[in-house]
């Protein structure tokens, strides 16, 4: 029996399953509908698909540089004990491999491209791994530098990835500039910085920071009982200051150096440049940290038992 196009999307929405899946289903079928849904139930896909909806806020955040290339990805399941297992790892290490040589634009197209060293998509070995680990498994997100010296770091065996991407110039010992690389990439772990330097603050963002800084000053200076204006001159004053510290908070330059705190990450990769004979100057950076921003389910225990014996 002959099928078409519209009986494959059909089946897609009945059960779940990825395109390619069911048009399999449906060969192998010969067309009939019934005996597809059959056949994707026995071969543990539309099981598969039922785990895909439950919440991954767990696995792992990796970072590595492949073939001159950084990457990092997260890839999220649904408790941390897979984290550890060696086909998990294996297949993000897969991601992260493909992400280089794909060169995806985003996640939708990584999904739909080649999945190294097999004939078929990083969608259907992620289903694979779901099947075969037992747990919803997602790619969440992933970053790629291909130009520029990238170090990879991660942190507490997944909990944080880091690339920092590096331009440098003039400078023979590259083991000197690996490990400025790593130190400023577990700063970046333990200090969450939003961005590179004051100058990439997001305008709206720094406008509502000022705004709230402001209003605070002012409220201050009531109880000094200064008239309007000098209240509000000397709360602009104040706010200079404080702007300076959410710069020193959340962008990476302005940030103390982890390792000395008499000095900026600016003013370390400065003093190490110089000593190195040339330039050094942080391109970018990206921090994965695994489930953040995710929603956690919450488990009521003692109700889920409750509801078992009722």
Known sequence: MAFTAKDVKELREVTGVGMM?????????????????????????????KKAGRIAAEGVAYAAVIDGIGVVVEVN?????????????????????????????DIDA???????????????????????????????????????????YIHSGGKIGVIINLDVSGVSDMDAVTELGKDLAMQIAAMRPLYLDSES???????????????????????KNLPDDKARQIAEKMVKGRINKFYEDICLLNQAFVKESKIT???HIKQVAKALGGDI????????EKGEGIEKKQDDFATEVASMVK
């Open 110 to 152: 990584l999904m739909a491209s080649k999945y190294p060293g097999s004939d078929i998509t990083a969608a259907q070995q992620q289903q694979e791994m779901i099947l075969v680990i037992g747990e919803n498994i997602s790619v969440r997100r992933f970053k790629r530098y291909s130009e520029g010296l990238s170090i990879p």
């Open 201 to 223: 603050v997001d305008a709206d963002e720094l406008e509502k920071e000022k705004e709230i800084q402001l209003n605070k000053a002012i409220e201050e200076n009531k109880a």
């Open 77 to 105: 399941a649904e408790t941390d004990f897979v984290a550890k297992n060696d086909k998990f790892t294996e297949f993000v290490e897969g991601v992260a491999e493909a992400v280089v040589k794909n060169d995806p634009a």
């Open 281 to 288: 100057k942080v391109n970018s950076f990206t921090r994965f």
């Open 265 to 267: 990450v600016d003013g």
């Open 21 to 49: 899946d069911c048009k399999r289903a449906l060969t192998e079928t010969d067309g009939d509908m019934e005996k597809a849904i059959a056949y994707l139930r026995e071969q543990g896909l539309a099981t598969a698909q």
